[in-house]
């Protein structure tokens, strides 16, 4: 039996096993201040180490299917995914056409499963719609690494990448609380996604539960539909609707576009704004100081990207740098940080383009 036929096998039992595996972040909540003291720490398990585990292995061959660019943290996904395979000589990308049409998404899966690919990345339009599609892959040895869209089994993925859509909402909502925890009749707003997808009824929960903490709550809130058009009209009603506003959080950068022009039409200044995803747009605004962004709560574009590092370790056998525990994570949740004129600089490199 040859050594990637065994590692196959090994993922199959891995997927059937899921709720002994390790569930950990891929990215720290927190700056990075340590100095080299590995010396003071436990001994890493062996393959384990950023070092080591950048050092060419044998070749692996990954499939790579996202949906349309259509909206500019979509576009970043597909674009970080490509540049994090370039920068391995032994990963060897297969990237499908990016599509919003869920029978084409699955014809790319299933040309991936036939082709025999060594590793999918998938980023599902519908992960519900995808499970199958995913599971099948899993069952003839090949580890999915599911991102941002959960599959509806736990048996369709070896491990999963996902942003921290609660996470992002208490960022906002603990920002907004640290600067106006002072001012307990404080008028907060809030300009959502679309109403009807979970993430932005989590992103909503979110917001209103840190708000609570600090004895605030949502005066205004209005949904659009992560477009411009739809940012700048939800946000031209709500203006209208509410003469005094101290506080808004808008949940996607993209629509924040149209947000910021409704604002810059409407003459209004009295509010701060924090926005959300992390676009280079908003974080440019951030650090010139010249509208009434004040800071923005990432959702990270890098999520692809750190599937296609996951897809390499898992079929080279390999465990995470930083971990002592052995293997991939089976779920990786990154942190939702907010984004300040203090801070800016270190998160503009991984800004997208709205």
Request: net charge negative; charged share 20%; hydrophobic share 45%.
């Amino acid at each position: 039996m040859s050594a990637r036929t065994s590692r196959r096998l090994v993922t199959l039992t891995v997927a059937a096993s899921a709720a002994a595996l390790l569930v950990a972040g891929c990215t720290s909540n927190t700056e990075d201040t340590s100095d080299d003291s590995s010396a003071d720490a436990p001994a890493a398990a062996e393959g384990a180490g950023s070092s080591e585990n950048d050092e060419t292995g044998e070749t692996v061959v990954i499939g790579f299917s996202a949906p349309a660019a259509d909206h500019g943290w979509m576009g970043a996904i597909t674009k970080a995914a490509v540049a994090e395979a370039d920068r391995f000589d032994d990963v060897e990308l297969r990237q499908a056409e990016a599509t919003n049409d869920v029978s084409l998404q699955i014809s790319q899966i299933e040309t991936f499963i036939n082709d025999g690919v060594d590793a999918i990345v998938l980023l599902p339009f519908d992960g519900a719609a995808l499970t199958e599609v995913a599971t099948k892959a899993m069952e003839a040895g090949i580890p999915v690494i599911n991102v941002d869209r959960e599959f509806s089994s736990p048996f369709a993925a070896r491990s999963t990448v996902l942003g921290d859509n609660y996470g992002m909402g208490v960022s906002a909502g603990t920002y907004i609380c640290e600067q106006l925890g002072d001012t307990p009749d404080a008028v907060v707003a809030e300009i959502a996604g679309i109403d009807s997808l979970p993430l932005t009824q989590d992103r909503s929960q979110g917001f209103a539960d840190a708000l609570g903490d600090c004895g605030l709550d949502v005066d205004n809130r209005v949904a659009a539909d992560f477009t411009v058009q739809g940012g700048e009209q939800a946000t031209s009603n709500l203006l209208q609707s509410a003469p005094q506003i101290d506080a808004i959080w808008n949940h996607d950068d993209d629509q924040g576009v149209g947000v910021l022009a409704a604002i810059e039409n409407a003459g209004r200044d009295e509010f701060f704004m924090v926005g959300g995803a992390g676009s280079k747009d908003v974080m440019e605004h951030i650090q010139s100081g010249d509208s009434v962004l004040q800071a923005t709560v990432i959702y990270p574009s890098t999520q692809a990207a750190d599937a296609i590092e996951l897809a390499r370790l898992v079929v080279q056998n390999k465990s995470m740098g930083d971990l002592v525990s052995v293997g991939v994570p089976r779920t990786v949740q990154l942190f939702a940080p907010v984004v300040t004129a203090d801070n800016v600089e270190q998160y503009l490199p991984t800004a997208f383009e709205s």
